[in-house]
């Protein structure tokens, strides 16, 4: 089992240092940024996750686009109580999206000194995944049995309290 674990890593990490700094990589994470940076914290008011209009369960990613934002924001402790891994995501944006500017002379060098690290970077942004799996997984049973603190995510403002704290006249989503 073990070496199937290895062997995976090791093949799946090829060459994902050159996936993570191409150009077209980091122009979608520039993308990101920008949007993270110009867009309100507290949503549009506009619904973005199907599951959550559908069955009122919120999907791993639900909250994840406010708290990218509320991350750019400045309003760190917002940013957890949308979805934790807006602090991860929005953490990729800054180190990624700048890197679209970087000359191709310098993009080979870091592709160059990444490149050795690729099964560590593959087998970590595995773990992320796998943590934002069940994290999502742990949050459904959370909200449905109306955890403290979780209770928000069946209201109707759809904002944690926090956010109402700060304006009431917000109705945002995902």
Known sequence: MRQRIVAFVHGG???????????????????GLMAAILLPSTGLGIPMCYMKSTT??????????????SVFHGHLPLAFQYNPFGLFVGAL?????????????????????????????F????????????????RIFLVEFRAPGFEWWKSAAELPPAALADSPQHSGNK
């Open 13 to 31: 990490s090829n060459g994902f240092s050159l996936g993570l700094t191409n150009r077209w990589t980091c122009l979608i994470m520039l993308a």
């Open 56 to 69: 009122g369960i919120p999907c791993p990613g639900c909250g994840l686009t406010r708290s990218v934002t």
């Open 93 to 121: 944006f800054a180190l990624l999206g700048p890197l679209f500017f970087l000359p191709n002379r310098l993009r080979l060098r870091l592709q160059a000194f990444l490149k050795p690290h690729d099964p560590v970077l």
């Open 123 to 138: 087998g970590t942004s595995m773990l992320v995944l796998a943590l934002f799996v069940v994290f999502g997984v742990v």
